[in-house]
């Protein structure tokens, strides 16, 4: 099992910032993805970024590029997200994901979600 435990979210006027962090411990595995996705009520969860195990690699949604940025500590184990320019419609409750494969079988953990609210 891995746990994940995300911190940072908050309230905030448009145009501010916020930097949420998410926190695995657990089971440790050689090679993992981490992610961000976000939920509004009555919505389906939607992808915000990823990025790889080398953090090399990253992808954003087109409705963040160029605001938001995900890194990644793989000594902490921890993950972030930098949200600049924030905008009303970011407000969301903002999920962690943790996947990885070992052999042919997939490992997907969920944190519980930090609430982001952006007021205009």
């Known amino acids: 099992q891995v746990q994940l435990v995300e911190s940072g979210g908050g309230f905030v006027q448009a145009g501010g910032s916020l930097r949420l962090s998410c926190a695995a411990s657990?089971?440790?595995?050689?090679?993992?993805?981490m992610s961000w996705f976000r939920q509004v009520p009555g919505k389906e969860r939607e992808f915000v970024a990823t990025?790889?195990?080398?953090?090399?690699?990253?992808q954003y949604a087109d409705s963040v590029k160029g605001r938001f940025t995900i890194s990644r500590d793989n000594v902490k184990n921890t993950v972030y997200l930098q949200m600049n320019s924030l905008k009303p419609e970011d407000t969301a409750v903002y999920y962690c994901?943790?996947?990885?494969?070992?052999?042919?079988?997939?490992?997907?953990?969920w944190g519980q979600g930090t609430q982001v609210t952006v007021s205009s």
């Open positions: 990025i790889s195990e080398s953090g090399r690699n990253t």
């Open positions: 657990g089971r440790t595995f050689n090679s993992y993805i």
């Open positions: 994901n943790f996947q990885a494969t070992v052999g042919v079988r997939d490992y997907d953990y």
